[in-house]
């Protein structure tokens, strides 16, 4: 055999070793393949995270009547879009404060929105809004009724109705009148999770009293602006 032919047999060996030791050992090997797979799924999880972080939510508060339209008449004679306005304005400051949030209202003064424009649900659609929560204070004829009720119609708005039930029930110390589904326009015609809370009944005399106070509605806000933050998972 010439020097040339083993030269190359020689040759062919060398590679055929570093060829296979690169592919075991080196950059290509199974462990630094799944190495580089795992160090990438990571950089994905970390980008998933910090995009979650960095997004915002836009939130409508949708303070029930207004102007022309006083909503239900207390039982003190106190009007319920004054109420609504007041516990509105109260939530709408503790949520500007989250920087995962952006938060908007339907009214923010004593303004009358016609019902028949549709203009609450339509706001909030044009707004690509995330939430859309409707504040009011029930009514009855008979003046002993009591209690916290909240309101969905949409199938994906039941679990934000149920989570603003427990936190609002919690606050205000009324019978917990429970969830329940209802065609209301402002719900209806909402494209985007809604709910609408009758905090109480205005009309009840013990619990309008409770519903007037600073105190009572700080304590109510507050719950109001927790379950928004436990629906969209906000620490």
Same mark, same amino acid.
């Given at each position: 055999?010439?020097?040339?032919?083993?030269?190359?047999?020689?040759?062919?060996?060398?590679?055929?070793?570093?060829?296979?030791?690169?592919?075991?050992?080196?950059?290509?090997?199974?462990?630094?393949?799944?190495?580089?797979?795992?160090?990438?799924?990571?950089?994905?999880?970390?980008?998933?995270?910090?995009?979650?972080?960095?997004?915002?939510?836009?939130?409508?508060?949708?303070?029930?009547?207004?102007?022309? #339209? $006083?909503?239900?008449? +207390?039982?003190?004679?106190? @009007?319920?879009?004054?109420?609504? /306005? %007041? =516990? *509105? !304005?109260?939530?709408?400051?503790?949520?500007?404060?989250?920087?995962?949030?952006?938060?908007?209202?339907?009214?923010?003064?004593?303004?009358?929105?016609?019902?028949?424009?549709?203009?609450?649900?339509?706001?909030?659609?044009?707004?690509?809004?995330?939430?859309?929560?409707?504040?009011?204070?029930?009514?009855?004829? #008979? $003046?002993?009724?009591? +209690?916290?009720?909240?309101? @969905?119609?949409?199938?994906?708005? /039941? %679990? =934000? *109705? !149920?989570?603003?039930?427990?936190?609002?029930?919690?606050?205000?110390?009324?019978?917990?009148?429970?969830?329940?589904?209802?065609?209301?326009?402002?719900?209806?015609?909402?494209?985007?999770?809604?709910?609408?809370?009758?905090?109480?009944?205005?009309?009840?005399?013990?619990?309008?009293?409770?519903?007037?106070?600073?105190?009572?509605?700080?304590?109510?806000?507050?719950?109001?602006?927790?379950?928004?933050?436990?629906?969209?998972?906000?620490?």
């Amino acid at each position: 055999m010439n020097k040339k032919i083993k030269f190359s047999i020689f040759s062919v060996f060398v590679i055929v070793i570093v060829v296979g030791f690169t592919i075991h050992y080196g950059p290509f090997s199974k462990e630094n393949i799944s190495q580089v797979k795992r160090e990438q799924l990571n950089q994905e999880k970390a980008r998933s995270v910090k995009d979650s972080s960095d997004k915002k939510y836009k939130i409508v508060l949708d303070p029930g009547h207004g102007g022309k #339209d $006083p909503g239900s008449i +207390g039982f003190s004679g106190s @009007y319920e879009k004054d109420f609504t /306005l %007041s =516990l *509105a !304005k109260r939530v709408y400051h503790l949520l500007e404060k989250e920087k995962q949030i952006e938060v908007y209202m339907t009214r923010d003064k004593d303004t009358f929105l016609s019902t028949e424009t549709r203009i609450r649900p339509k706001y909030a659609n044009d707004l690509g809004a995330d939430l859309f929560v409707s504040i009011h204070a029930n009514t009855f004829t #008979d $003046p002993s009724v009591s +209690g916290t009720e909240s309101y @969905y119609y949409n199938r994906n708005s /039941l %679990s =934000l *109705a !149920k989570i603003m039930q427990k936190h609002v029930v919690e606050a205000t110390g009324f019978k917990d009148r429970g969830v329940k589904k209802e065609n209301y326009f402002v719900l209806k015609d909402t494209t985007m999770p809604a709910t609408l809370i009758e905090i109480g009944y205005i009309t009840n005399p013990e619990d309008e009293q409770a519903m007037l106070t600073s105190e009572f509605q700080q304590s109510v806000a507050e719950s109001i602006s927790e379950a928004i933050k436990e629906y969209l998972k906000i620490d």
